[in-house]
């Protein structure tokens, strides 16, 4: 396992993260720009466990993995009430264009 | 020499997949791409020594959070051709000038920083360290996320119920 690098599995992780930040930046369907911040948030847990991976210190290692399983929690939650809140705008307005949805702006 | 090979073969579906996800005009076609690339980044998962990781990552991801997705997608009626909207044409290039400007700064700090030597130690990524730190170390914030979750479910079902008049 040693022969491949940290910086190949940030490189990675950091391509994951911006193609992700584009996504949010680029699609109007709610729905992908959701599963967008999904693979950011996966990007971030491939940085945490290749830190833990190259950490020295037995504890620290094990943080590492209990802080992904965390952003995992998270994530769940987060995805949990995103959705909820689509079916409600949804049921609202019968579109979930988010450049028609800007009853905060008005 | 394997392990590089598995390595950049993981690599490779996992960026692929993750350029179909936003470049996919179909909802459906970007979860289902979606989940390719959560396994990929399960199997790294198992290289890194992270073997509960990657299991949670196989259920909790492209297991339950995947097919939340797709419920979704099939409840609002998605899928079909008429209601696959256009992206944002006006703002694509400057989303791509900033994503490439993120990139440059995030690899920059990559090769500054990495001098450290792998250390696998197996026992760490063990459901049983994991358990074992989470309840005692770390139990208060699991007891947060696990307050979360619940606020989380139970708003969820808030917000989507149909409103009886």
Redesign the interface.
């Known amino acids: 396992?040693?022969?491949?690098?940290?910086?190949?599995?940030?490189?990675?992780a950091?391509?994951?993260?911006?193609?992700?930040?584009?996504?949010v930046?680029?699609?109007?369907?709610p729905?992908?720009i959701?599963?967008?911040i999904?693979?950011m948030l996966?990007a971030v847990?491939?940085t945490f466990?290749?830190f833990?991976?190259?950490?020295?210190d037995?504890?620290v290692?094990?943080?590492g993995?209990?802080f992904?399983?965390?952003v995992?929690?998270?994530?769940?939650?987060?995805?949990?009430?995103g959705?909820?809140?689509?079916?409600?705008i949804?049921?609202l307005r019968e579109t979930?264009?988010i450049?028609s949805v800007n009853l905060l702006r008005e | 020499m394997a392990e590089r090979l598995f390595f950049f073969l993981c690599a490779l579906i996992a960026i692929s997949t993750a350029v179909g996800v936003v470049a996919s005009r179909n909802p459906v076609r970007s979860a289902l791409l979606l989940i390719a690339n959560f396994l990929c980044l399960a199997m790294l998962y198992f290289t890194l020594t992270a073997p509960f990781i990657g299991i949670i990552q196989v259920i909790i991801y492209a297991g339950a959070i995947m097919v939340l997705f797709l419920f979704v997608i099939m409840l609002l009626n998605l899928g079909s051709p008429e209601a696959q909207q256009q992206e944002r044409e006006l703002r694509r290039p400057i989303a791509w000038l900033l994503a490439l400007g993120l990139f440059v700064i995030l690899v920059s700090q990559v090769f500054l920083v990495v001098g450290a030597a792998p250390n696998p130690q197996p026992e760490a990524g063990s459901a049983r360290a994991i358990g074992y730190a989470m309840f005692t170390q770390w139990s208060f914030p699991l007891l947060i996320v696990a307050v979360l979750l619940t606020v989380g479910v139970i708003g969820s079902i808030l917000l989507a119920r149909r409103r009886s008049m």
């Not at chain 1, 396992?1 to 990675?12: D, F, G, H, I, R």
């Not at chain 1, 391509?15 to 584009?22: E, K, T």
């Not at chain 1, 833990?52 to 020295?56: C, K, L, M």
């Not at chain 1, 959705?83 to 409600?88: C, N, P, Q, R, T």
């Open positions: 396992m040693a022969t491949v690098p940290a910086s190949a599995y940030l490189t990675l950091a391509f994951l993260f911006v193609i992700g930040a584009a996504g930046l680029i699609k109007r369907n729905i992908v959701f599963m967008c999904e693979l996966n847990n491939l466990l290749t833990a991976f190259h950490q020295p037995f504890q290692q094990v943080a993995h209990v992904v399983l965390f995992i929690g998270v994530a769940a939650a987060e995805v949990a009430i959705l909820g809140i689509i079916v409600a949804f049921r979930i264009d450049d």
